[in-house]
Every structure is written in C-alpha cells, then in structure tokens.
Nanobody, 119 residues
Framework: QVQLVESGGGLVPAGGSLKLSCVASGSISSIAAMAWYRQAPGERREWVAYIRGGGESTNYADSVKGRFTISRDNAKDTVYLQMNPLKPEDTAVYYC????????????WGQGTQVTVSS
C-alpha cells in the first residue's frame, strides 16, 4: 500500500504562484510514476502533469504547459508541482496520484489540496 499526502494549496491572486507537495509513504518501490490531477467544481477530474523515474520523463496538459513544472525529490519521496503564473481557471482541488507497477493504473490517491485563484 502507498499513502499520499498533499499540501501547499491556498488562495492566491491571478498571476501569483503556489508550490504543491505530495509526500509518499509505504511501498514506494511499487510506484512506477506519479501524477497530479485536478477537479474543479462541477467538472470531471482532469490530468495535469506526469513524472517518471528521477524526473527524466515529464509531460503536461496543454492547459498548464509552460506555466506548471512537476519535479520530484526521491530522497524525500516527494513530488512537487510549481504553478505560476496562476489563472482563475486553475481553481480546483489538486490531487496527487501514484501509478502502481503491477496494474499500471493510478491506484493510489491523496486527499487533495484546494487551490483558489482570485481574479
């Protein structure tokens, strides 16, 4: 089992920045990759960014490309999402997810952290 705990959300004005963190614990070796998702009120959960290995492979949704950066610190079992500049449409609950090696599915999810961007 893997436990994921996100932090770093908050309320910021448009153009501002936030850095989210996701600390993983448990069976870390069972994780193939990590990702960030988000869900705005009344919307479906959408994928935001992905990172694999030591960070040599990353990918981003078009809506955040050039503004968000995903990174990881393997020594701390932590994945980050640096977000700037933020837009009001980035307002959502942000979730960290872990891709399980044996299923190649995002079987592990954090509880989410709220990001609110004011206009």
């Amino acid at each position: 089992q893997v436990q994921l705990v996100e932090s770093g959300g908050g309320l910021v004005p448009a153009g501002g920045s936030l850095k989210l963190s996701c600390v993983a614990s448990g069976s870390i070796s069972s994780i193939a990759a990590m990702a960030w998702y988000r869900q705005a009120p009344g919307e479906r959960r959408e994928w935001v960014a992905y990172i694999r290995g030591g960070g040599e492979s990353t990918n981003y949704a078009d809506s955040v490309k050039g503004r968000f950066t995903i990174s990881r610190d393997n020594a701390k079992d932590t994945v980050y999402l640096q977000m700037n500049p933020l837009k009001p449409e980035d307002t959502a609950v942000y979730y960290c997810a872990a891709l399980k090696r044996t299923t190649m599915k995002y079987d592990y999810w954090g509880q989410g952290t709220q990001v609110t961007v004011s206009s």
